[in-house]
């Protein structure tokens, strides 16, 4: 399985970016996908996570109604959108596929495959 992140980069406070990750060597439509970040200094953790069918979502108390996780099964691409974005949510972003069946959850041990990182970088 790989996947490839892209669209992180400099940003202003109060400004938008959509993440893009592709998904290949997997059965896309059947695969729960997430979204974590980890700042600078600090462990990873959860953002955002989308069932297979794309009915289920999942995000974290701190970006809840500012970002937005979403699927194109035919593009075997999953999205982030964020917007009112703050300089704390300053982090490299990875994309991943759950290990469970069809929606993984908040935990890190649920998911099996990760993207290589994308950093966005918010300034005050």
């Known amino acids: 399985v790989q996947l490839q992140a892209s669209g992180g980069g400099l940003v202003q406070a109060g400004g938008s970016r959509r993440l893009s990750c592709v998904v290949s060597?997997?059965?896309?439509?059947?695969?729960?996908l997430g979204w974590f970040r980890q700042p600078p200094g600090k462990e990873r953790e959860f953002v955002a996570a989308?069932?297979?069918?794309?009915?289920?979502?999942d995000y974290a108390d701190s970006v809840k109604g500012r970002f937005t996780i979403s699927r194109d099964n035919a593009k075997n691409t999953v999205f982030l959108q964020m917007n009112s974005l703050r300089p704390e949510d300053t982090a490299v972003y990875y994309c991943?596929?759950?290990?469970?069946?069809?929606?993984?959850?908040?935990?890190?041990?649920?998911?099996?495959?990760w993207g290589q990182g994308t950093l966005v970088t918010v300034s005050s």
């Open positions: 991943a596929t759950s290990s469970r069946p069809f929606f993984g959850g908040r935990a890190e041990s649920s998911y099996g495959s």
């Open positions: 060597g997997r059965t896309f439509a059947t695969t729960g």
């Open positions: 989308i069932s297979a069918a794309g009915n289920a979502k």
